[in-house]
């Protein structure tokens, strides 16, 4: 019955009703996988390689014939598997690939769809890794890419070439927040026979991008997936084929460039999934919260939750209200002294800390042009409204969020964001 309503999902995910009907959080609810002697968590695979019982199998296994079997854990594991399974429930697509970093998830997919002479569409605002990738790696292969003002689906169509591949966003831009029309997108992609390709780290649960038209939807699960920095890790969410094809013993990406996750942070993640849903409704609802005051105050902020947001009307139109508008929250503190001087000044008051990442159960608080960001070269920055003062929170779980903003504001009048 489950297996129906998917497939109902998937040839319907224009319509508002049956985006509705799936919830991700009821997906990551119903998983159950018994451990090798009956544990309520799965065995962890702790081998590299794994045994045949005749040699036809192990040849059959390397030809991709053989379901069930395990080859070599650059490949697949037990672990690695039980992961997978259950994030491409979340997504709700029909499989995913789980790989050591966020960025081994980007890489490989990129490289496994875009060849010598390809072209990229990519949005402007992505994170900074990302950027140089595209910009200074990939190129490298004959890849041109261009990168373009996502929000404006103009700027989109005229950036399309012939030879175009792949159109490369983030739901929620990082650092400036901005939000793509992932199905106004996907539609106009699939006009041309391109491949949607969306980073979807901002925003798990409140957004399903493959239920939105996406082709490829990938996680950093170092954030909030795991949520407790202390394990590096990412996913790639796509159909059955395309799962397939990129850990191809032959020419599969990820298979070949070897961005393998280990068996252990696997079965640590997948712990962590499954509170998941409940802190993403506590990130979203302290962000909210402590938008709302700031910008009360006068402080220029910029949160998908406010209503002054540009994007406020769209993000509703996709989101489930449940888990909210997610916890990332910029400010605008005037200047970069004052906005290193009030980050400084907030982790001395144990506001949170002064570190890169996002996700944790404390604040975390960067100033992305100099970090995050500092791959991108300031002229762009500058271009894309990416200013020296701008410092990116990733809300915490916070117990009393106002207690919390009463010290920021402390903070602020003390170095000067506010009189």
Do not use: W
């Not at 949607?196 to 939807?217: E, K, M």
């Not at 252990?264 to 609802?285: C, D, G, V, W, Y």
């Not at 888990?323 to 982790?347: H, P, R, V, Y």
């Amino acid at each position: 019955m489950k297996e129906e309503r998917k497939s109902v999902i998937f040839s319907n995910y224009k319509q508002k009703t049956i985006y509705i009907m799936f919830n991700p959080a009821n997906e990551i609810q119903d998983l159950q996988f018994f451990g090798e002697f009956g544990g309520v968590n799965p065995s962890i695979s702790d081998s590299s390689t794994y045994t045949f019982l005749s040699a036809k199998t192990m040849f059959d296994t390397f030809e991709g014939n053989t379901d069930g079997c395990y080859l070599y854990s650059r490949h697949s594991s037990p672990s690695n598997m039980y992961l997978s399974a259950a994030l491409a429930k979340m997504e709700g697509t029909e499989a995913a690939h789980v790989c050591a970093s966020g960025m081994g998830a980007i890489t490989g997919t990129l490289m496994h769809l875009c060849k010598n002479g390809d072209h990229i569409v990519s949005s402007r605002t992505i994170y900074g890794g990302t950027y140089a990738f595209l910009k200074n790696f990939i190129t490298g292969f004959g890849v041109a890419v261009d990168f373009v003002d996502i929000t404006k689906i103009e700027s989109i169509k005229n950036a399309i070439k012939p030879n175009t591949k792949v159109i490369y966003l983030e739901t929620v831009s990082n650092p400036l927040l901005e939000v793509a029309d992932v199905e106004q997108i996907s539609k106009l992609a699939k006009e041309h026979g391109i491949q949607v390709v969306v980073d979807n780290t901002f925003s798990p649960l409140t957004i399903s991008p493959a239920l939105q038209g996406a082709d490829i939807v990938i996680h950093s699960l170092t954030k909030y997936i795991n949520g407790s920095s202390d394990t590096v890790g990412g996913v790639i969410c796509a159909s059955a084929d395309f799962i397939n094809d990129i850990k191809n013993v032959n020419d599969g990406a990820c298979m070949l460039l070897g961005s393998t996750m280990d068996s252990f942070r696997s079965a640590s993640i997948l712990k962590n999934l499954r509170t998941l849903p409940i802190r993403m409704q506590k990130h979203s609802e302290n962000a909210l919260k402590l938008g709302q005051l700031l910008e009360k105050d006068g402080v220029k902020t910029v949160y998908p939750g406010l209503t002054s947001h540009p994007s406020h009307q769209l993000y509703k139109s996709m989101f489930r209200e449940e888990f909210g508008f997610s916890g990332m929250l910029t400010i605008d503190a005037g200047s970069l002294e004052k906005a290193n001087a009030l980050m400084e000044l907030m982790q001395e008051k144990n506001v949170g800390y002064l570190a890169v990442s996002l996700g944790f159960y404390k604040t975390l608080f960067s100033a992305p042009g100099t970090s995050t960001s500092s791959e991108i070269p300031l002229e762009e920055q500058k271009e894309m409204g990416l200013t020296d003062g701008l410092i990116r929170f990733s809300i915490g779980l916070d117990h009393d969020i106002e207690r919390t903003y009463n010290v920021i504001k402390e903070c602020m009048i003390k170095v000067g964001v506010l009189s």
